[in-house]
């Protein structure tokens, strides 16, 4: 049985990054495989490192080239299975990143982002985490909860990159043996609008509108274009200052789709 | 297809991170006349430059000390002269409320205690933040001088603030006015040499520190941030 998914994603420069002259540190990327799997990446590049644009852009496409590869040809049975999988996506991710520092001759720490993975399947959801942004899912049941918080140290502006020696240990993984309707994973630049601080408990009324959207999606590019009008807009922009990024997965609203 | 669902999304109301900010200002004898007149004009012009930064002006939040005779907390919200108590709870304020404090100088200069009390208050007020789950920055202390310490704990002093920025617990800049003891201020940090101010161009310097701290407070995960260049002093080589 395949399950239907709708996915759309966008990233959008931040006002403070407009201002300063610095590029959209924030990559995303998203697939829909055909064994009905829905897959997404998304990572944000630290401010400082000169290159983390790259950085990100790599990390998103190497974790996402692994998955689909792998799942393509089976798809782990258990959370253990599942778990390994994403070890394996954030591994291919960093050795991915060291690759192009290695390239051009760069260090490591130049190419600095964090990296969100999700898998979703009918009956499963897998995430993993290294750094900041965060994971929200709706159930079956419409709960909402945080899959995964942001990582950070005692300050506000520190906080984990994939390229750090002890990434490996730094990767949060979540695996839930459960039917979802709807996940969404975001950039740091949208988790003070999106959660409750300090519990990261999910803003209900932030979610279910953006979730509904989803569902409905009828035009992909339309839809891809609306979320980055809404990313851009001037009320969220009163907001935060930070590049945003942000993927939408949810079970298509059609007859047949809702279990 | 509806569009008009997005714009349903409501924000949460969550308070911004803070970024607390000790001013430490020599208010000793030897600032009086125009030394003492400059650096109140630098006051004025730091706090409207930074109030015109909207986001930093909600996350920034001073605090002035001032070491003349004795050691004062000043009435930074009320702009009046009267002391406060050294309470966390009383002596920061977010930069949209900072009221720039008239200061008079007389007496000696007990630099030693200013900084072992501003240690303590930004201690405290970080406690404040935990409890109160806000999220914050490194704090800030920055000292500015045109003599030596007339206490004889300051080098206990140095020595802390040395020690606690080691452990990332405080960021600590030392400016030097006219003929401060250059020496004195460099025992402070192992990181960042004392600067000397140009003249008595308060003004520019309070500029730089507002537009300092507008990138800090704008600073995302990851970033030190790199801060406007230094147009009103130069960093003291000289003993190092």
Known sequence: ?259 | MPSNLLDQAEFADNPEPRCPVALLLDTSGSMVGTPIEELNAGLRAFSSALKSDRLASLRVEVSVITFGGSVRALDVQGGSTKDMPFDAHQTFVTVDNFQPPNLSASGNTPMGEAVQRALVLLNERKEIYKQNGLDYFRPWMFVITDGRPTDTGWEAAAAQIKQEESRKGVIFYGVGVENADMQVLAAFSDLRPPLKLRGLAFEELFQWLSKSLSVVAHSRPGEQAPLPPVGWGQVDTSHS
Not at chain 1, 92 to 116: D, W, Y
């Open chain 1, 1 to 259: 049985m395949k399950s239907s998914w709708q996915v759309v994603g966008a990233e959008v420069l931040g006002t403070s990054h407009q201002k300063m002259g610095l590029p959209c540190q924030d990559a995303q990327a998203t697939r829909l495989l055909a064994n009905g799997m829905a897959l997404v990446a998304l990572a944000d590049g630290a401010g400082t490192a000169e290159r983390s644009q790259e950085g990100a852009r790599q990390a998103v496409d190497r974790a996402l080239l692994c998955l689909d590869a792998t799942l393509a040809r089976d798809a782990p049975q258990d959370e253990v299975g599942w778990e390994a999988l994403i070890h394996e996506a954030f591994q291919q991710a960093r050795q991915g990143v060291l690759q192009i520092a290695e390239e051009n001759g760069s260090p490591l720490k130049a190419f600095a982002s964090t990296l969100i993975c999700a898998i979703v399947a009918d009956c499963w959801l897998a995430v993993g985490q290294i750094g900041d942004g965060a994971v929200v899912a709706m159930d079956m049941q419409a709960e909402y909860f945080t899959l995964l918080e942001p990582q950070h140290g005692e300050y506000a502006n520190e906080t984990n990159f994939l390229t750090m020696e002890n990434a490996s240990d730094l990767l949060a993984v979540r695996v839930v043996a459960q039917p979802m309707q709807a996940l969404s994973v975001m950039s740091d630049g949208l988790t003070r609008l999106a959660l409750k601080i300090p519990n990261y408990e999910p803003h209900i009324p932030f979610f279910k509108p953006l979730f509904e959207f989803a569902a409905g999606i009828e035009d992909q590019d339309q839809a891809v274009r609306q979320l980055e009008a809404f990313l851009n807009s001037e009320r969220l922009n009163a907001r935060t200052d930070d590049d945003k990024s942000l993927v939408l997965v949810a079970r298509a609203s059609g007859p047949d789709s809702i279990p």
